[in-house]
């Protein structure tokens, strides 16, 4: 079993950054996929980062811009955040999958002001 709890998130203006922070209660090593999903009012939940075997991959909306990390010590997911624009504001999800198994954390609230 795996449970995960976000943190992070704030009120930013156009072109801040922010790194948010997904501790597992689980261990988060082997094949563990990580990923970063985001939901906005009205919106479908949406891809934002995923990390799996060591390689990254990030949606087109926030590719060069998001980074996506793992500290396996401290069974960590960082997204670090740079230019950030109000468009990506949303409610920020960490994803876990394992053994089959898909968990997904509460959320962190993300805004960013013109």
């Known amino acids: 079993q795996v449970q995960l709890a976000e943190s992070g998130g704030g009120l930013v203006q156009a072109g801040g950054s922010l790194r948010l922070s997904c501790v597992a209660s689980g261990t988060i090593f082997g094949s563990n996929i990580m990923g970063w999903y985001r939901q906005a009012p009205g919106n479908q939940r949406e891809l934002v980062a995923i990390?799996?075997?060591?390689?990254?991959n990030y949606a087109a909306s926030v590719k060069g811009r998001f980074t996506i990390s793992r500290d396996n010590a401290k069974n960590t997911v960082y997204l670090q955040m740079n230019s950030l624009k109000p468009e990506d504001t949303a409610i920020y999800y960490c994803?876990?999958?394992?053994?089959?198994?898909?968990?997904w954390g509460k959320g962190t609230l993300v805004t960013v002001s013109p």
């Open positions: 990390s799996s075997g060591g390689i990254t």
């Open positions: 994803k876990a999958t394992r053994g089959g198994a898909i968990y």
